[in-house]
Nanobody, 123 residues
Framework: QVQLVESGGGLVQPGGSLRLSCVAS????????MGWYRQAAGRQREAVAS???????NIADSVKGRFTISRDNAKNTVDLQMNGLKVEDAAVYYC?????????????????WGQGTQVTVSS
């Protein structure tokens, strides 16, 4: 009923920038918190940044000052602007959303994930 699709990953040199985007679609009536997580090879998935529907953000210490999260409630999108990328930022980045949606006329709430987008930081 709800799909999240990420875009914007790729290869960048250390110090470079990338912008990730995620759009949520489906029978959505409201999206609470949206966020980005990442998982590097051999490591657990970790939270990177999140933003509530009112715009309150939470940024991981490891990326604070370099990454910025923003969202467009009207378009059901969330973006992650990544500047000053480091080799250790390389990972698969996943979009996440806490969504209120309709299913067969019934209001439901669920936690959804995108399929992930690869970010590679290498010279």
């Amino acid at each position: 009923q709800v799909q999240l699709v990420e875009s914007g990953g790729g290869l960048v040199q250390p110090g470079g920038s990338l912008r990730l985007s995620c759009v949520a679609s489906g029978s959505i009536s409201f999206i609470y918190t949206m966020g980005w997580y990442r998982q590097a090879a051999g490591r657990q998935r970790e939270a990177v940044a999140s933003i509530t529907s009112s715009g309150r953000t939470n940024i991981a210490d490891s990326v604070k000052g370099r990454f910025t999260i923003s969202r467009d409630n009207a378009k059901n999108t969330v973006d992650l602007q990544m500047n000053g990328l480091k080799v250790e930022d390389a990972a698969v980045y996943y979009c996440n959303a806490d969504v209120h949606y309709w299913s067969n006329g019934v209001a439901r709430r669920g936690d959804y994930w995108g399929q992930g987008t690869q970010v590679t930081v290498s010279s």
